[in-house]
């Protein structure tokens, strides 16, 4: 085989399916339970193809301009088909990780929150805190304890979108975040202890998030967690506040 050939060569099912049997037996060693290892991985799967089908269709509205309009509708005809085809596949891999039960989508349907679901937010919430302050620890449990009432407020597909989510409202919010941070948060004159101190946990952004989105379902999910009302009240004076 030459190197073009070579080039060409794509992934078979076979070849697929070793590498990922090969990552679940890695991480299985690594002490992740096979059921979390799952789920990463169809949702890596799901999020490929959801980026395959959208760069697919922004391909496919453009055709060459001297092929004539017969060409050109043919064309793009079957470029919308494929694109169509792959985003029903990405969305099938979509509902294999998160459910197809059609409530699913429904504001009323939040189901428990799994712990891979607690440990994603995890991931997701510290380096876009990091991007305004400086890290100050908060106890472990508290942490899965708040990132918990407020997964609580979404459905499992708004939870599989969650890191996405939260970027796009630190970046719509940054000044207003740097503002809420720097008068608030680790370095300010406000002490770690009190209605202010999860401003100085990395969960505050998810909070902060929930608050500017569903305040009465965080309110709801809050409450029947026991947390501490001064900690939710806190939060909600520093974002209202124009200082």
Do not use: C
């Amino acid at each position: 085989m030459n190197a073009a050939e070579e080039g060409r060569q794509q992934l078979d099912a076979v070849s697929v399916l070793n590498a990922k049997t090969t990552l679940l037996q890695l991480l299985a060693r690594a002490g992740v339970y096979s059921g979390d290892a799952e789920e990463l991985i169809g949702l890596v799967e799901a999020g490929a193809l959801a980026l395959a089908h959208r760069e697919l269709s922004g391909i496919g509205r453009t055709a060459p301009a001297d092929k004539g309009d017969l060409y050109e509708s043919g064309r793009l005809d079957g470029a919308q088909a494929v694109a169509d085809a792959l985003g029903a596949i990405a969305e099938r891999a979509l509902q294999h990780v998160v459910g197809s039960d059609p409530s699913a989508g429904s504001p009323d349907h939040r189901p428990p929150v799994r712990r891979m679901e607690v440990e994603r937010a995890k991931v997701a919430v510290t380096p876009l805190y990091l991007s305004f302050t400086a890290a100050s620890d908060l106890d472990p449990e508290v942490t899965e304890q708040v990132l918990t009432a407020v997964l609580g407020t979404m459905t499992s597909r708004q939870r599989a979108a969650y890191a996405g989510l939260l970027a796009d409202f630190a970046s719509a919010n940054r000044v207003r975040l740097e503002r809420l941070y720097a008068g608030y948060g680790p370095g300010s004159s406000i002490a770690i202890h009190g209605r202010y101190s999860l401003i100085h946990s990395p969960t505050s952004i998810a909070v902060l998030e929930r608050l500017a989105t569903a305040p009465s379902a965080l309110r709801e999910e809050w409450d029947a967690a026991e947390l501490p009302p001064a900690w939710l009240d806190g939060l909600t004076t520093a974002w209202g506040s124009p200082a």
